[in-house]
Each structure stands twice: as C-alpha cells, then as structure tokens.
C-alpha cells in the first residue's frame, strides 16, 4: 500500500486492515465495537503549523436518537461533562470520565448519521497532536475513548 500512515504506526497489532477514503484514513481494527475508524488533520486555526487530530468512529446498524457533547465545567479544576440526549450514561462511566479527565480532548460528541442506505452512529473526538515519545501512547488512549463511548451508547449485543 506504499507509505503506512503514522497514526496505523502507532496502533499496531490492533491494525486489522487500512486504506484511504477521501481525506481520510480509514482502519479496521482487531477485537473493537467499532466497524470502523476514520482518522484526518485539521489545521489549528491562529497558529503556524499546528494541527488537531480527528478520529470517527462508526457503528454501523445505530437506530437510536443520541446526541452528545463534551463539556468542560470549572476554572481551575476543570471537570468534563457529557450534555445532550444520552449524556446520562457517560456521565455515570467512570472509567470514561478519568480517560477523558486525563487526556482533555478538544472536542468529543457522539451522533447518529443516516443515509439512505444506511443508520450509523458517529463518535468523534478531535485533539491537540504534540510529537512527544508518549504521542503513541495517547493515540491509543483517544481511541479506547471513542470505543468507550460507541460501547456505552450502543453495546455489543451478546
């Protein structure tokens, strides 16, 4: 497939297939609630060079009506909290909220998305990406978020 995209570098083993659609890289990855994970740049506005990094999860089948958004409350210990239709379930996980409360992305909703052919359920997350040596590490932290989130608002069914 010629160059492999950093972001399919630093998910390794979880990697089951990727390709590109459009702007996108899209991945499928081992063992997750997602069906699919697209992944893009989005230049920081008011800024030279810097850039957010998007991830969306999709769900397909998603007959629900959710829809949800992070918010940040308080100054100077700032605490997240999910608002919106759905919010309810976010708000009582706490293994999401310390996962968000540790990485603060800066945007995380959930939607659903219709077409005609089909009714998917969306979770995105977008964050501040810093080459560090512990970028990988966060990477797969946005992406336990965005499974957590699918997981809590449409469970696998057993």
């Not at 995209?5 to 297939?17: E, F, H, N, Q, S």
């Not at 069906?35 to 957010?52: A, K, M, Q």
């Not at 308080?74 to 608002?83: A, D, M, Q, V």
């Amino acid at each position: 497939m010629g160059y492999k995209p950093v972001i399919v570098t630093y998910l390794g083993d979880r990697v089951k297939d990727w390709g590109h659609y459009e702007d996108y890289v899209t991945i499928k990855l081992k063992d997750s609630p997602l069906d699919s994970l697209l992944f893009n740049t989005v230049p920081v506005e008011l800024t030279l060079g810097d850039v957010n990094w998007v991830l969306i999860g999709i769900k397909k089948g998603y007959q629900g009506d959710v829809s949800v958004e992070l918010v940040w409350k308080g100054l100077l210990k700032r605490k997240p909290e999910f608002t919106g239709k759905g919010a309810e379930i976010l708000n009582a996980d706490q293994t999401l909220r310390e996962l968000v409360s540790m990485l603060e992305p800066v945007t995380l909703e959930a939607y659903p998305v219709k077409t005609e052919e089909s009714s998917d359920l969306n979770v995105k997350a977008s964050f501040f990406y810093l080459p560090s040596p512990q970028a990988k590490t966060f990477v797969k932290g946005y992406v336990k978020v965005v499974e957590r989130v699918c997981e809590l608002i449409y469970p696998r069914q057993a």
